[in-house]
């Protein structure tokens, strides 16, 4: 069965980068699309990007495209969300979320970024 | 910009039956694929209903989901509704390139 792990929570401070990491495991890794969704305590649902892990090629959200990045290590089936220049209303719960360009079909148990001084 | 609309929160017995709109703001939102999923307190979301009327294998065919072009809007409906459906629930298309989510709906189920 499909599963993504994610990486623990951090604390970081503000102008900090964090990286969150997401193991798929259960499928064939370069067969599918990964995304990012992000959601902030109390709100709804934000699509940060998607990485297609079968060429590598990577689409952001305009919001977020000049901050974050997105990578993997296909060996190891695992992808990669980097956020940059972190500030306070970057505290979320990140999710990866497998599926294909338009869709998501296995989400990540999520992490939780918390952005404080 | 693209948007998609939803109620703020619906509320309903069990045994009953609820529909869930999403309405979107400009252009068809069919011919985009519009996906559903739930969000139980606490939990990551799990996918529901895709490509529009779609059920992954373990979803209940209590949930089914539709189109109606005339009023540009995708519906989730849950029938025969139990105490565990309670969740916030978020419908999604893709824009040419971007994810949309709608703003999300509080179900209460009592």
């Known amino acids: 069965q499909v599963h993504l792990v994610q990486s623990g929570a951090e604390v970081k401070k503000p102008g900090a980068s964090v990286k969150v990491s997401c193991k798929a495991s259960?499928?064939?890794?370069?067969?599918?699309?990964l995304h990012w969704v992000r959601q902030a305590p109390g709100h709804g649902l934000e699509w940060m990007g998607w990485?297609?892990?079968?060429?590598?090629?990577?689409y952001y959200s305009q919001k977020f495209q000049d901050r974050v990045t997105i990578t993997s290590d296909t060996s190891a089936s695992t992808a990669y969300m980097e956020l940059t220049s972190l500030r306070s209303e970057d505290t979320a719960v990140y999710y990866c979320?497998?599926?294909?360009?338009?869709?998501?079909?296995?989400w990540g148990q999520g992490t939780l970024v918390t952005v404080s001084s | 910009n693209f948007m998609l609309t939803q109620p703020h929160s619906l509320s309903e017995s069990p045994g009953k039956t609820v529909t869930i709109s999403c309405t979107g703001s400009?252009?068809?939102?069919?011919?985009?694929?519009v996906q559903w999923y739930q969000q139980r307190p606490g939990s990551a979301p799990t996918t529901v209903i895709y490509e529009d009327n779609q059920r992954p294998s373990g979803v209940p065919d209590r949930f089914s989901g539709s189109i109606d072009s005339s009023s540009n809007s995708a519906s989730l409906t849950i029938s025969g509704l139990k105490t565990e459906d309670e969740a916030d629930y978020y419908c999604?298309?893709?824009?040419?390139?971007?994810?949309?989510f709608g703003g999300g709906t509080k179900l209460t189920v009592l």
């Open positions: 999604q298309c893709y824009d040419s390139t971007n994810w949309v």
């Open positions: 400009s252009g068809s939102i069919a011919g985009n694929f």
């Open positions: 259960g499928y064939t890794f370069t067969y599918y699309v």
């Open positions: 990485f297609n892990a079968g060429n590598g090629n990577t």
């Open positions: 979320a497998r599926g294909e360009r338009y869709l998501a079909d296995y």
